[in-house]
């Protein structure tokens, strides 16, 4: 798969690869809209612009409209969904439902199906152990390792088809050998549908019929903001490149040629290997090829941009490709754009004469709080900001963004401390992004919290935080009064925990009705149909006295509410298929949530959600019955990864997470949470992760990547960067180092 493409495909029309370099974002995007005001062949043609996030989505669609007037006809699809569509309808035999088995999830169900027989195998005795193991869930456990080596193989396939090819030909060491016979046993119930032959037939087909042009493919395609993109679509996308144009607009953060530099660090690790005979470590030698002179070098560049060096080196070792330039110098004299002028120009040092000392001293551009909390770090911020706001009366909210590794832990405090009425003087409009469906106060998290009943005690406060969620009010009709009412109805009435006694002899304790649910229900309905002023028994059971008349409909929905959680338990108790977890899905999304406006686009999600299921299953031809756990692990991946789309310049500050291309231009940019416990973020891999062990350039890894993220960062402000985090423990006063790489930024602004 390595072979020069582009030596015999199309070559009859003047389609070309173009790269667009620059180090300012709204650069950039001026040039896409400069090549957008050429009119392509037909109206009918939608503009497609590729995007990393649908943050980037929302920023550029923002810009061309207020540059051309409007943005229409414009769609913005993620890269891997694009190509992989571009090569199932432009290779025969290929469609939708054959690529589908090699889809994540499909992989999982189909490995559920095989594992258990593969760990009899000679060479699989790793996976046998492990199942083996005692455990509280043998499903869930068999479903976790089929989703661990699903995502592995899912890797596999992009970033080392060479592997997975040995080991369809029966070639492998003797480490891998378990994963082969995985892999092989995979291929015995899929067949070969998986992405390295779907690229390989696409090839083949180009090479054989020499097509003129692709079905599927527009006249015009823009990549915009892209930081990385693995060699194996690279691959994919300079060979559409001879079919249509294609303007990849790169974030370049350096004018020189900066693809053999490395830092300090970087050059003193590979000095002092004692052995230079022996094979260095697998990260030394993708440095090994790189060697910059220490006077001709950026630290910080060196440092933080290994990613984007990587992907910088794989666009300009595409042949033919046109490259425009279109850098920008940083102006003013702050410390933050002499630091941004230096990775610019490739030079090492802030030059003296370059900085207004006295304004900086007053107002630093770069600042570095430590704090004792998160929440002191919020309340750090809001203090930072109205001064900001005060001294300069030109910066608005919009201009600001703030993020965080995790921006889910801020949460409850950027409320608490932001959340000021309009009417007071420091009230400062704001939303929050990247919201995760798991952990937010969303339809999601209320789902999770109702497949959860199976296993829970049905404590009055679990039951509670389902019944207190807007959409489920709404869905009962229970207003904030009768909300009121119910929770001063359960905890007089005694409900405390279990649905009725037989639910406590499951946690083997005496089947005692009392402070259960069905308990304080009964006290409920018999105080209001035969109140007794609370000094008679009816058979045995004191009635409740306090649900008045007026309280009817309180009542009533309460008891609704009731069966309908009732009717689910009994439901999540026993086993089913795939196709009929799909339909008890989307009638739990019925049953317990309003279907109004305000909330279509998360219902959309979950319906979607319990389709792919389905979807998955049937590519799959998984046809055993699961329990409601693996269910609701499916759920759980599903829910985490998902963030939510909105809250994107909404016309305050905007508060996300971090991530690649995130670090969109803003006259303010804070991040939060930059300790050391925090930042880089720690990447979950397997011991017996292969790419991990011997990682090659072109990789994905999460260190890497956070500090090109931190990079994006100093290079999108304007005029200030604000870096906070918790240096101080709450508890003790003891101290909390920074993130590496505020330590490095702090290093090079002193040095």
């Known amino acids: 798969l390595g072979f020069p493409l582009r030596t015999w495909v199309n070559r009859s029309g003047f ?16 040039r896409l809209r400069e090549v957008q005001r050429s009119p392509l062949e037909s109206p009918f043609d939608p503009e497609v612009v590729m995007v990393h996030s649908r943050g980037i989505e929302r920023w550029l669609s923002l810009r061309l409209a207020q540059t051309l007037g409007v ?79 699903a995502h592995l193989f899912d890797q596999y396939q992009v970033y080392r088809p060479n592997i997975l090819q040995r080991w369809e030909s029966g070639r492998w060491v003797a480490h891998e050998e378990w994963q082969a016979t995985v892999w092989q046993a995979l291929l015995s119930r899929s067949g070969r549908n998986h992405r390295i032959a ?99 070098s950026n630290e910080l560049l060196a440092y933080f941009g290994s990613m984007g060096r990587d992907f910088f080196d794989l666009l300009l070792d595409q042949e033919g490709a046109v490259h425009i330039n279109a850098f920008t110098e940083p102006k003013g004299k702050s410390l933050l754009a002499a630091v941004q002028r230096d990775i610019l120009c490739l030079e090492e ?157 499951a946690w083997d304790l005496p089947e005692s009705e009392e402070n259960t649910w069905q308990f304080g229900l009964d006290r409920m309905v018999l105080g209001h149909a035969m109140p007794l002023q609370g000094e008679d028994l009816y058979e045995g059971v004191l009635p409740y006295d306090h649900v008045e008349g007026g309280d009817t409909g309180a009542l009533s ?25 799909s339909e008890i899905g989307r009638d739990v999304v019925a049953d317990f949530f309003a279907d109004e406006p305000d909330d279509e686009q998360e219902l959309e999600y979950l319906y979607r959600l319990f389709a792919e299921l389905k979807d998955s299953g049937e590519a799959a031809s998984f046809d055993r019955e699961l329990s409601a756990s693996v269910v609701q692990e499916y759920l759980e991946d599903r829910l985490g990864d998902s963030m939510s789309a909105g809250g994107f310049f909404t016309g305050g500050i905007t508060f996300c997470n971090l991530l690649p291309m995130r670090s969109l231009p803003c006259r303010v940019v804070v991040v939060l949470g930059m300790s050391g416990l925090e930042f880089p973020r720690q990447g ?68």
Not at 228 to 240: D, K, N
């Open 349 to 505: 040092g802030v030059a003296v004469d370059s900085l207004d000392r006295v304004k900086e001293a007053e107002h630093p551009s770069i600042q570095v709080h430590a704090c004792h909390s998160r929440m002191r770090e919020i309340e750090v911020l809001n203090d930072v900001l109205l001064a900001l706001f005060e001294r300069d009366p030109s910066l608005e909210p919009r201009e600001v963004m703030v993020m965080a590794p995790s921006i889910e832990a801020y949460t409850s405090k950027i409320h608490a401390v932001f959340g000021r009425s309009r009417s007071d003087e420091r009230f400062v409009p704001y939303s929050i992004a990247d919201r995760s469906a798991r952990f937010s106060q969303s339809l999601g998290s209320v789902l999770l919290r109702l497949f959860a009943l199976r296993e829970s005690r049905w404590e009055a406060s679990e039951l509670l935080a389902i019944l207190e969620n807007d959409s489920v009010m709404r869905r009962f009709r229970i207003s904030e009064s009768g909300l009121d009412s119910i929770r001063r109805w359960i905890a007089e009435s005694g409900v405390r925990w279990g649905r009725d006694g037989a639910a406590k002899g």
């Open 684 to 751: 979950r891999r397997q011991a017996f992760d292969l790419i991990h062990q011997n990682p090659q350039r072109g990789d994905r890894s999460r260190k890497q990547e956070d500090r090109y993220i931190f990079l994006e960062a100093l290079l999108a402000a304007r005029d200030h960067l604000v870096l906070l985090y918790t240096g101080q423990s709450s508890r003790d006063n003891s101290k909390i180092s920074p993130s590496a790489f505020v330590s490095q930024l702090q290093d090079y602004v002193l040095r």
């Open 198 to 296: 779907l690229r390989s037939a696409f090839f083949g087909h180009l090479k054989r019929e020499h097509p003129k042009q692709l079905i599927g493919v527009p006249p015009r395609i823009s990549v915009f903001g892209i930081s990385s993109l693995a060699p194996f679509y690279m691959e994919i996308l300079a060979v559409l490149a001879s079919f249509t144009d294609i303007h990849v607009f790169f974030l370049n953060p350096c004018q020189e040629y900066w693809g053999d530099i490395l830092s300090r660090k970087q050059r003193a690790r590979l000095s002092r290997r004692p052995n230079k005979s022996q094979a260095p470590p697998a990260w030394d030698q993708m440095e090994l090829g790189l060697s910059a002179e220490p006077d001709f």
């Open 557 to 581: 929905s309460l008891l609704a509410f009731w069966d309908q959680v009732s009717s689910l338990f009994h439901t999540l108790s026993i086993t089913h298929t795939i196709e009929r977890w």
């Open 71 to 149: 943005c229409a006809h414009v769609t913005f699809p993620f890269p891997v969904p694009f190509l992989t569509k571009v090569m199932i309808d432009n290779t025969p035999g290929w469609d939708d439902a054959r690529a589908e088995n090699y889809e994540t999830q499909s992989m999982v169900w189909s490995l559920m199906e095989i594992l258990p027989e593969v760990a009899t195998l000679s060479g699989a005795e790793p996976v046998g152990a492990y199942l083996q193991k005692p455990g509280s869930n043998e499903e869930v456990k068999l479903y976790q390792l089929a989703q661990c080596l």
């Open 15 to 30: 389609k070309m690869l173009h790269v667009h370099s620059s180090n300012d974002v709204e650069t950039l995007a001026k």
